[in-house]
Every structure is written in C-alpha cells, then in structure tokens.
C-alpha cells in the first residue's frame, strides 16, 4: 500500500509537468526536489542515489533546453548574432514582462527586432524569428518528454 507522502509527491512532479510549459512553476526543478524529499523521507531505499543522479541529469538538460531552445531554432534558420541575441533577450523580457504570452511571443519579437537592426530585410528577419518560436516550441515538447520520463523512473523506482 503505497503512502501518503508517496502521492504527495506524485501531485508535485504533475504540478511540475505543468510547469514546463508554464514560467511561474519551476518544472522539473520541482519535480527533482519532490523526488528527492520523498528519497529523504523513505530512506533513500527505494529512490536511491543512482536514481536522483539520473533525475538530477534530466532536470539539467531541460534547463538547457529552455534556455537555449529559442536560440538554437533561430540559427537553424539563419538567424545572424544580432538574431540570436535578440531571441535570447527577447525570450527574458517577455516572460518578465508579458508571462506566458511574453514567454511564446518574447524570442520571436526579440529575434525579429535584432535581425531588422542588423540590417536584414523583413521577410528575412521574419523567418528568423518563426525559427525561434518553433525552437522554443520543440524544446517545449522536449520538456515535457523528459518531465514524463523523470516521473517514470521515480515511479519505477518506487515499486
């Protein structure tokens, strides 16, 4: 029979999943710790440090991920330094200032923005700034893969 804090920690690692699409919910930082806590709780018998190594491993990828998604799709693109720089900075000031809406427009406006002040005409710059948004939606869909992955091996770990 499984515990209480068992699915305690279950409810946090799904309010974690939801983070990874969300600014305000650290993701998977929240679903490493609430694997953690349990891996303290019960002894570390069941999760054990193997297994938070792993979890922390999967948690450091998707914040790379997230920060590097934006970018990596506007270079694919060819975007220029001033693009890149620009969905960089432009991902940051829209989740700071928009939320969400700033975090899916914010690498888009900013890539476009940096590729029209480096001088690129506008359907350039715009193609530019679409690679940023579909980067930052396939890290997106990364994100999500690994917070599922990493609420598995705690699962499994647990039976």
């Not at 480096?118 to 710059?125: D, L, S, V």
């Amino acid at each position: 029979m499984l515990n209480a804090a068992f699915w305690i920690a279950l409810l946090v690692m799904v309010l974690g999943t939801a983070g990874t699409l969300l600014p305000v919910v650290p993701g998977t930082p929240l679903i490493f710790l609430s694997a953690l806590g349990y891996a303290y709780y019960e002894g570390f018998n069941q999760i054990t440090p193997l297994i938070l190594g792993i979890l922390f491993s999967l948690m450091v990828i998707t914040l790379l991920i997230d920060y590097f998604a934006g970018v990596l799709g506007a270079k694919k693109y060819g975007a220029t330094k001033y693009g890149t720089w620009g969905s960089f900075i432009g991902g940051i000031l829209g989740v700071i200032i928009f939320s969400i809406p700033g975090l899916l427009l914010g690498p888009f406006v900013g890539a476009v923005t940096g590729e029209l002040l480096g001088g690129r005409q506008a359907e350039e710059a715009v193609k530019v700034g679409l690679g940023s948004f579909v980067g930052l939606a396939g890290g997106a869909l990364f994100k999500v893969i690994f917070a599922v992955a990493m609420i598995m091996i705690f699962i499994s770990g647990v039976f």
